[in-house]
């Protein structure tokens, strides 16, 4: 089945550490997101990247970081500079920018 | 993007339909309308979108009125698995020049009740 991978579905952070969140697609879609969401709120996108190797900055890239090396793959790292990482994470890819976008089930961090 | 306003939360018994009403009035002519739905706890899944006309798929049917001021999303047998916030998204659906990125308001909360 073709689909997006998140992992882990759950995830602590000790401060002052810097953690990654994985997201595979095997969809073949070009464009991929990192979305953050907070209770009750919407999505804020972080990092889009249209294109394997290309990546841009979101709304709230501030204290994230990611990397576009492979078209299946699009890992974001949330940083030690991220000062209120404890969100809901949520990765989604399309075949192309501006086409539906689909989700993965998403990575809960939470701080200790 | 134009902005959406939808009704906080609704009920459906289950095996009804549930029309779930959007209004967009600002929208322009080049912004199509778009349909999610987040269960609780999971990622956002993709429902329907359209331009003018109407649509259908396996999930949903998508009804645009003719001024494209409003539309309504219609699940024609809900079940207690439709339980979920559903969100109504207008954005311009271009490949070069846009993020993508989607803009959820706060949707409406469906309750579908045995």
């Known amino acids: 089945d073709g689909g997006i991978t998140q992992s882990p579905k759950y995830l602590f952070r000790k401060e002052g550490q810097n953690v990654t969140l994985s997201c595979e697609q095997n969809l073949n879609h070009d464009a991929m997101y990192w979305y953050r969401q907070d209770p009750g709120q919407g999505l804020r996108l972080i990092y889009y990247s249209q294109i394997v190797n290309d990546f841009q900055k979101g709304d709230i890239a501030e204290g994230y970081s990611v990397s576009r090396e492979k078209k299946e793959s699009f890992p974001l790292t949330v940083t030690s500079a991220q000062k209120n990482p404890t969100a809901f994470y949520l990765c989604a890819s399309s075949i192309t920018a501006g086409k539906p976008q689909h989700f993965g089930d998403g990575t809960r961090l939470s701080i200790l | 993007d134009a902005k959406t306003t939808q009704p906080p939360s609704m009920d459906c018994a289950e095996g009804r339909a549930a029309n779930l009403p959007c209004n967009h009035s600002?929208?322009?002519?080049?912004?199509?309308v778009y349909w999610y739905r987040q269960i609780h706890s999971q990622g956002p899944q993709y429902i329907i979108h359209?331009?003018?006309n109407n649509e259908t798929n396996e999930m949903a049917s998508l009804i645009i009125t003719e001024d494209r001021k409003s539309s309504t999303l219609i699940l024609p047998h809900a079940t207690l698995r439709d339980t979920a916030v559903y969100y109504c998204i207008v954005r311009v659906d271009l490949t070069s020049g846009n993020t993508g990125k989607l803009i959820f308001g706060q949707g409406t909360t469906l309750q579908v009740k045995p």
């Open positions: 600002t929208i322009s002519g080049n912004e199509y």
């Open positions: 359209g331009l003018k």
